[in-house]
C-alpha cells in the first residue's frame, strides 16, 4: 500500500519556521520527484517546490517565486522522507501542505502541473500576523 504522511504543521505567528516532514512507503522513492504542494482556502492547489533525486549523481530542485529564500526542500532516499524547511513565514503561507511523488513531474505555472501518482495526507499551516 503507497502512503504518504506529511507532518509538522501548526499554527505560527509571522517570521517564524515550521520544519514539514514526508514519510513515503509502499513505492521505490528514489526513483520518484517528489514535491509539496498547498492549497489555501478558495484557491487552486499550487506547487511549492519538488526535488529530483532520481538519477545518480544529479539532484534538481524547483521553487515557486513566493517562497525563493524562505523555503528549502531536502530528501533523503535512504529513510524514504523528504522534508521541507519553511522561514521567515507569511500569513500568505496558510494553506494546508501536501506531499506527493511522481517519476516525472511536469510544472507549466504552479497552479498547472502534471505527473503526480501519489499523494499523501496534509498538514496545516497557519501563519498568524
Known amino acids: 500500500e503507497v502512503q504518504l504522511q506529511a507532518s509538522g504543521g501548526g499554527l505560527v505567528q509571522a517570521g517564524e519556521s515550521l520544519r514539514l516532514s514526508c514519510k513515503a512507503s509502499?513505492?521505490?522513492?528514489?526513483?520518484?520527484?517528489v514535491a509539496w504542494f498547498r492549497e489555501a482556502p478558495g484557491k487552486k492547489r499550487e506547487v511549492v517546490s519538488y526535488i529530483d533525486r532520481s538519477k545518480i549523481d544529479s539532484t534538481k530542485i524547483y521553487y515557486i517565486d513566493d517562497v525563493k529564500g524562505r523555503f528549502t526542500i531536502s530528501s533523503d532516499n535512504a529513510k524514504n522522507t523528504a522534508h521541507l524547511q519553511m522561514n521567515n513565514l507569511k500569513p500568505e503561507d496558510t494553506a494546508v501542505y501536501y506531499c506527493?511523488?511522481?517519476?516525472?513531474?511536469?510544472?507549466?505555472?504552479?497552479?498547472?502541473?502534471?505527473?503526480?501518482?501519489?499523494w499523501g495526507s496534509g498538514t496545516q499551516v497557519t501563519v498568524s500576523s
Open positions: 509502499g513505492f521505490t522513492f528514489a526513483d520518484h520527484v
Open positions: 506527493a511523488a511522481g517519476r516525472v513531474i511536469e510544472v507549466i505555472i504552479p497552479t498547472l502541473w502534471g505527473g503526480i501518482e501519489y
